[in-house]
């Protein structure tokens, strides 16, 4: 029995989202810099030429590839310190390549470090909003910048101890020095 023929349109759409596919594998794995077109569309199985004929540069690769979702906003039903360490299995859990590739790249990518620093910015704001007095903002960035270290430090560098440990364990024993943030 034989299938429906694919459109062009279909075979394209698959094919685009192919190397979309390879390309945040690869920049997961590699960061911006040490990935190749050439990388990419071998793992995509399909020609260099054809990687930049759908993307037309590695940048335009790397922005649509790698996209990463907003960081929901607080809810407001916690208080902050429980709404961060609520978020810690989150951190602790496998990452979508796209975070991952984000996260690579944000040291050495221009476009990575500014898609990143817009989200946590908006991240610090709710916080900040939520904690209301004092140096709200200041003490709102530190805790972020906190739990990206821990995030950074369990996923990239794979440090034994935040491996070995769960993720209740690590949100305990962060929980008092974040709250004395929140608290100033």
Do not use: C, N
């Amino acid at each position: 029995m034989e299938g429906t023929p694919t459109s062009r349109a279909e075979r394209r759409r698959r094919t685009e989202e192919r190397i979309l596919s390879a390309a945040r594998a690869i920049f997961a794995e590699r960061g911006f810099q040490r990935t190749t077109i050439r990388a990419v569309a071998a793992a995509a199985e399909v020609d260099p030429a054809l990687v930049m004929q759908y993307f037309g540069s590695k940048q335009e690769l790397f922005e649509q590839a790698v996209r990463i979702p907003s960081i929901p906003p607080l809810d407001g039903e916690l208080e902050p310190v429980e709404e961060l360490l609520g978020r810690i299995g989150m951190k602790m859990g496998p990452l979508p390549q796209a975070t991952l590739a984000m996260m690579r790249s944000m040291l050495t990518h221009p476009d990575a470090a500014e898609e990143v620093r817009g989200k946590l910015d908006g991240q610090v704001a709710h916080l900040a909003d939520a904690m209301g007095s004092g140096d709200a903002e200041l003490r709102a960035a530190l805790m972020v910048s906190t739990m990206l270290g821990v995030t950074i430090a369990h996923q990239l560098l794979g440090l034994t101890a935040l491996r070995d440990a769960s993720p209740e364990r690590i949100a305990e024993t962060l929980r008092p020095s974040l709250r004395a943030l929140a608290e100033g």
